[in-house]
């Protein structure tokens, strides 16, 4: 049986190996500038929800601040000592009174301000998700799923806390500890100044753990990023996973993984466990001093009475109880600034590919294309593309050949402005991309994958994912068009039939149909197929080559394959290499040429024939 100390090194071992993780802990100082950042979320609310909260936090801190004097100073030494029971009744209905005025502005205190926090919260959340929706792909290259997962959620949920009580529970602690401090001094100067030695103790060893405890909560986020994107990955990839039986070492990383999650909420926890039983001891020692002092003060017949001791016992309870939420909204803010740290992060990521002040708008895209002298890296390190000239006419069907790693692809993300090149220009009909319109020149492109996704809902729901007003018959018609209107018409509803994440209940040639009816059902000038038929059978591409020869007519088309079958019919085709074009032309004329094209072709007939 294995010892902890072997599993412990065995999940170091597999986490050396998966570590993939992009996210850090970001080393800044306490920003207030940033907080501020974050309260201005209120700013919506701030003629609605936050003035009425603020009243009834005035009622309750006026109300609490009341009834301790009355207490001491009225029923102990006036109503009782001179036994005057009217002015006990009347002092007993008058409180009374009082804690039902404050149980009633609670209520409405955390009514509005529970709505103001889910309020808040919501607005950060949609910021933050329409934000990272506009983010160029550059970004999604460098993070995975599960930790831009974690910052929409985790961290956004982490500041719910702040929102609904820590904000206005400032408020009135401050406006609570103002008073009860100016009515210890008014009861008993000396009194008070005793009890208060113990403050700048605390405030010293508070202070000193502020940096520790922020820095902590980062660090559980960080954890909560690593094991969100495992989580994440997972699940997406638990195929593969247990096609090669790797159940064992997964879950190995994962309990590392989990286990670091465990270990840095267990610091930070411990840290932030350490403010309570501070303050409990500085009231433990306050109470004792009172109790000492005060006593001294009676018998030495200073100008302290009894009733005015019971007042300054209870407000000096009452201090203590504002410190110590003091040091929870504390605690809370620096958890909001580590997640917010987080969240700003991606808010201040600008897109790298981002529209001009004043973008041309095409009222219409022929779909000629020119690339002219175009280079482009992803890591500015390796070039994808080297120069390349290109021209692509409005209504040809063009091919783009060649291995893996040639430029097939960083061309068709060029052409949807998914990246701007490094060097050179890629124009449509004669206009630089980069000064046109994303949103014009995106709606009138559509782009077919390899590996098509497929979203929750029904069939009628994904075809129409690309032009939201499309009728359903619209829908039937580009699905006949394709040939997918037969197959969807043997599922259980039809059209209407919910298909799973993914869309695993059907087949992949069955989803990749329903992607090429949904970029079919678009009416684009221009459809990019990046390797769109590498998995479908024989006899279904031949359906969709019979369809693509009326639906492509009068627009361009850009043709990613491997299978070179199925760009015979191409008006003329780019063999790339490495970054570079080697040989263009028609299927004719670069069979005649006998190059590069020429022993891609053979290559592949022979291994069909050895089939």
Known sequence: MKSKKQDSKINSNVLERFHYSTDQVIEKPFNWAQMWRLLAYLKPYSKKLLPGSIIVVLITTAVRLMIPSLIGVYVLDKAISHKDSGLLITLTAVIGGLYLISYIANYFRIKWMNTLGQSVIYDLRRHLFTHVQNLSHRFFDQRSAGSILVRIMNDINSLQELFTNGVINLLMDMLLLVGIVFILFSLSPQLTLAVMIILPIMFFISTSLRRNIRRSWQNVRLKQSKLNSHLNESIQGIRVTQSFTQEKENRQFFNGINNESYLAWKTATKKNAMFRPLVELTNAVGTAVL??????????????????????????????????????VYNQLLMGMASSERIFEFLDEEPIVSEKENPVRLTEVNGHIEFDQVEFSYDDKRKALKGISLEMKAGQTIALVGHTGSGKTTIANLISRFYDPTAGSVKIDGHDLQDVSLKNVREKISVVLQDTFIFSGTINENIRFGRPDASDEEIRKAAEAIGAHHFIENLPNGYETEVEERGNILSVGERQLLSFARALLADPSIIILDEATASIDTETEMQIQNALKTLLNGRTAIIIAHRLSTIRNADNIFVLDHGNIIEQGSHDELMELKGEYYQLVKAQFKMLEAI
């Open 291 to 328: 109790i000492w002092f005060g006593a001294h003060l009676i018998q030495s017949g200073t100008n302290l009475s009894l009733g005015e001791f019971v007042s300054f016992a209870f407000y000096l309870g009452m201090f203590w109880e504002p410190i110590s939420r003091l040091g929870q």
